[in-house]
């Protein structure tokens, strides 16, 4: 004989409404993040096997070409921060493409979510929040890795971590918002990598500086969250002198970024929960 | 004072009226049920509850709010189970009810004992680190109600719980749902299985093309709408019209279906003597007492399950 099931008699209704009303973007970044526990083992092995295997190979191996400086620092000095936002980058822009339309279309978390205590823009913001959290780690390991290798000249490297993070969440938040628009099969994904991801990963100014690219096409890094995490990071890990863009620019451009992706995600994600059955 | 009250509610998509202007109140405690066709609005007359779709007119309160404008305090107070299951597939089974938890904001403290204790109520103990992704459907149907019932809601909206599950996960799964109501947790439940209205329902509406049909306890409305019992008969499908005029003289109401011919009679046994007597001879005959399925086809003359 099962116990009976108490109903509303130990919870305080009142009480679970005011702190969803309040904290649930948080309560919903927890449960985001418990998801990933399956995949702990592959995010670990990532997060090391690729700053060990990009530093080996551009830092050390290209490096062994390009004898003289570039922008008057080694080449491993100068790849390393790029390296970092590139990579971190890159994980951003994974996480606000299938997991949001899986979210509302396969897995359907979001919907189950929807049902609680929590609003629709909690549930986005709880997204930005659990990749923020993730995207710290894994720069963060770059980072001690790039220790070992003595990638960092400047003590203010650190600032590569939430720079790195910074410029995934640039990426990830107008992806979401426009993922989370999408009803069919996300064959748009494949479009979005090829044509917009990619080309701003090139231009990113990450193996060379843009400016060694032809002016007219210059523009491509200049609207790229990864070429302004890559100026960023350059300034705090070698003191690059910041041309043409002042630090506070680079800086702003990539909270526009992720503050407009928000904007306009809060109201993708409000939309497509009221369609979604 | 109601748990659910609506007044001329209306969801319209474009020219189609989903949910045509219905009105109806749950009491505390009551077990409620929605009954219906597929397409009828149960499900977007649910959904709205939850504050989770907009209504397009009409009123609406839950425990005294309107969802819309108070979406956090209702759902704090409701437990959900979709019609389509929306666990979380990556998670082991106790994961899901404790993470489900979390959207409260409710302590760790309170939610282990807790999912343990959901997870015995559900019979899925054993399962408890089971992905849900290895669970049979009917298992994952129990977890989607164990995990609703997490913030010991107020109200439990179910909406087509057993559809898709064979007749034992069913009865399981029903055996359940009446615990929780001698328990006195208020159900409110769609359906298009007039067995589970029946079973589950004290009092329903019955849906069709967005507007309330009828209202009343199970027992009440096949009184009402249809006969103590009722004669099936099969003669073959080319012979069941041709022998139907001859039978529809016998009864006050009769229905002609593709395999079959309905006669509704206070006592079917004696009616039945009676056709075979005349000489009739159908080739397979069955008395009923009447079922809310006799009530649908009366009041739309459709069958609910097409």
Redesign the interface.
Known sequence: M??????????D?????R???V??WW??A??RL??ER?FLGVTIATAVGNPVLYLVAMGVGLGALVQQPVDGVSYLHFVAPGLVVSTVATTGAGWGTWPIMGGFKW???Y?????????PVQIALGELVALGLRLLVQAAVFWAIGLAFGAWPLASAWWVVPIGAAAGLAFFAPLAAYSATLEDEGIQFNFINRLIVMPMFLFAGTFFPLTAMPPFLQWIGWISPMWHGTQLARIASYGMANEPLPTLGHAAFLAACIAGGMAVAARTFSRR??KA? | MPVIRAADLVKTYGDFDAVAGIAFEVEPGESFGLLGPNGAGKSTTMRMIGGTLLRTAGVLEVLGLDPETHGPEVRASLGVVPQQDNLDEELRARDNLIVYGRYFGLPLSYLKPKADELLEFAQLTEKANAKVSALSGGMKRRLTIARGLVNEPRVLLLDEPTTGLDPQARHILWDRLFRLKEQGVTLVVTTHFMDEAEQLCDRLIVMDHGAIVAEGSPQDLIRRYSSREVVELRFGSDRNAAVAGELRALVDRSEVLPDRVLLYADDGEALLETINRRGLNPLTSLVRRSSLEDVFLRLTGRSLVD
């Open positions: 099962t116990r009976p099931i108490t109903t509303g008699s130990s919870v209704h009142v009480d679970a409404a702190r969803g009303r904290l649930g309560f919903f927890e449960g418990l998801r399956p897995e359907r978390t919907l189950a979510a929807a049902a609680t205590a929590i609003t929960m009221e059955s």
